[in-house]
């Protein structure tokens, strides 16, 4: 483990390699899953006033469950407590969108990637498959490791991109420069050292 203020973060953030691979997976981590993503209480109201100009970019069904429940939903179980974004039918999320080729997308990411919305999309979303849980003391960085993203991991293992690197600019709105900056050296020593054995 690397200990970076109060952050604990998992050796796999820095050994383990990983790049989405879309062609192969279709961007199937949005619709599987028996939950909807993590939101933290700050992204509410970024989402809520991003919804006018993401609602274009979302399914019917999608924009009838916000029109039910709201941006998000209250969660309560074993593995989070805290907010999700909604889901259509308990699967897919309910920002979900689709490109032309079938490949699911996020609504709130096509509206940023657009012009349209400053919010980019949940944090947990951007630092996937990077999850981070508050303890205490300490905040934990850990690797969730998924049999669907198995291309992914094929994939970084080819292009040699460890995980932290992926999830940079996802690390960087999180935890800030500095955070990413002392990260990224501490995965430099770590491999120097094993070269040097």
Do not use: H, N, R
């Given at each position: 483990m690397i200990l970076i203020d109060d952050k604990l973060i998992s050796e796999e953030i820095i050994s383990k390699q990983f790049v989405c691979d879309l062609n192969a997976c279709k961007g199937?981590?949005?619709v599987?899953?028996?939950?909807?993503?993590?939101?933290?209480?700050?992204?509410v109201e970024l989402m809520?006033?991003?919804?006018?100009?993401?609602?274009p970019y979302m399914t019917e069904k999608g924009r009838q469950v916000i029109e039910e429940v709201g941006v998000v939903v209250k969660e309560d179980d074993d593995e989070y407590t805290g907010?999700?974004?909604?889901?259509?039918e308990n699967a897919a999320c309910a920002f979900i969108a689709y490109k032309e080729d079938g490949t699911a997308a996020c609504?709130?990411?096509?509206a940023?990637?657009?012009?349209?919305?400053?919010f980019r999309k949940p944090i947990s979303c951007h630092l996937y498959p990077v999850r981070v849980k508050n303890y205490n003391t300490v905040v934990a960085v850990n690797y969730d490791e998924w049999d669907i993203c198995s291309a992914a991991c094929t994939l970084g293992e080819s292009l040699r991109v460890p995980i932290y690197v992926f999830v940079k600019d996802a690390l960087v709105r999180k935890f800030g420069e500095e955070f990413y900056?002392?990260?990224?050296l501490?995965?430099?020593e770590r491999e120097e050292g094993k070269s040097t054995q």
């Open positions: 199937i981590c949005c599987e899953g028996d939950a909807g993503a993590p939101v933290e209480a700050a992204e809520e006033q991003s919804l006018e100009q993401v609602l907010y999700a974004t909604p889901l259509i609504a709130f990411e096509l940023y990637m657009d012009g349209k919305s400053k900056e002392v990260l990224a501490a995965a430099k």
